[in-house]
């Protein structure tokens, strides 16, 4: 009997010794600062929102989230930093709606089903299709006339091809029987730029143009929404005005795959705390951002959806993949 306590003591020591190291990395995370990706410009809304979303998750986790900026390649830079890094929670990224829509359109190294850790989905984007205030276009009716009249002199930027703010348009102008002239640039702020230094006739984006409107050197046509936003309740939606056409784009946090699932959830838990923080609240309302929360399970079955979904979109559009 003494032998058999004896074994099962030792017995116990050693797998209660084996969990230890497993149980200390994951209590010691984080013990060092993280880098979250933004893959936009510095100044840009989205860049805004994830610097707010960082210094409130990493008072949380007790540790310093570094925002850098990747801007580039219709917001992808990110996705493909995630194929190298290490997926031990220090690098971690946002995967804008392009990631689920890009692979039907060209080759990618990426594939999201499979490459990527769905940590959790925060808020969403509102997409607006704006034009200079002093453009003779006042209304959506007036594009949709001068496109028919002048096919592809119409000019707009967006954040990139395949981007959410590229595609609604192209699906409205699908909708409307008309051709327009896509401009590509590297984020909001160069966007933005193009618009208000007269390179381009409209602007697709998120709202970083909403100081733009509100002071009077753009004019909002339509917003891209299922429903109006508080800040502009008398501009009609895409989906209002007939087209069928709704985009918000979710997004959060995101990391490269096979990352400990204790790590996910300490990550999990900090950034949803931020969806309390009226600081990240009161930026998620400076870009007319709503709460948009979907938890690791959620988020990740999510991608899977959206995945199959924008594949349908990619191919009604006519931009799938050759070969």
């Known amino acids: 009997m003494t032998n058999r306590r004896a074994f099962i003591a030792s017995t116990t020591a050693v797998v209660a010794g084996a969990a230890l190291p497993l149980l200390a990395r994951a209590q ?6 993280i880098k979250y990706i933004c893959p936009w410009p510095a100044g840009g809304s989205t860049d805004a929102v ?14 310093t989230i570094i925002i850098e900026n990747k801007p580039g390649a219709g917001g992808m830079l990110g996705a493909i930093e995630m194929l190298s890094a290490k997926p031990d929670g220090y690098t971690l990224t946002q995967l804008p709606h392009g990631v689920f829509r890009i692979p039907h359109m060209q080759k990618t190294a990426y594939d999201p089903l499979t ?34 009249a002048n096919p592809e002199k119409f000019t707009y930027g967006s954040t990139g091809t395949g981007t959410s703010p590229h595609l609604a348009v192209e699906e409205f102008a699908q909708r409307a029987g008309i051709k327009l002239t896509h401009v590509p640039f590297k984020g909001n702020a160069d966007n933005m730029q193009a618009i208000l230094g007269g390179h381009v006739m409209g602007a697709s984006d998120a709202t970083g143009w909403g100081p733009h409107v509100e002071s009077g050197k753009l004019r909002l046509l339509a917003t891209y929404g299922s429903k109006r936003t508080k800040r502009w309740p008398n501009v009609a939606t895409l989906e209002e005005l007939g087209y069928k056409t709704v985009s918000d784009s979710p997004f959060g946090v995101c990391g490269p795959k096979g990352m400990d699932p204790a790590i996910v959830a300490t990550l999990h838990e900090a950034f949803r705390k931020t969806l309390n923080d009226p600081a990240v609240l009161a930026t998620f309302d400076k870009y007319d951002q709503s709460v948009i929360y979907m938890n690791t399970s959620q988020y990740t079955r999510f991608a899977r959806d959206t995945f199959i979904a924008e594949k349908e979109t990619i191919e009604r559009l006519g931009m799938s993949k050759k070969g």
């Open 28 to 33: 010691a995370f984080p013990s060092r600062p």
């Open 115 to 148: 490459d990527f850790t769905w940590i959790a989905c925060l808020t969403g984007y509102t997409f607006g299709l704006v034009v200079p205030a002093d453009s003779p276009i006042k209304t959506l009716k007036d594009l949709v006339a001068f496109a028919k």
């Open 50 to 63: 994830m610097r707010a979303l960082a210094e409130s998750a990493g008072k949380a986790l007790g540790q």
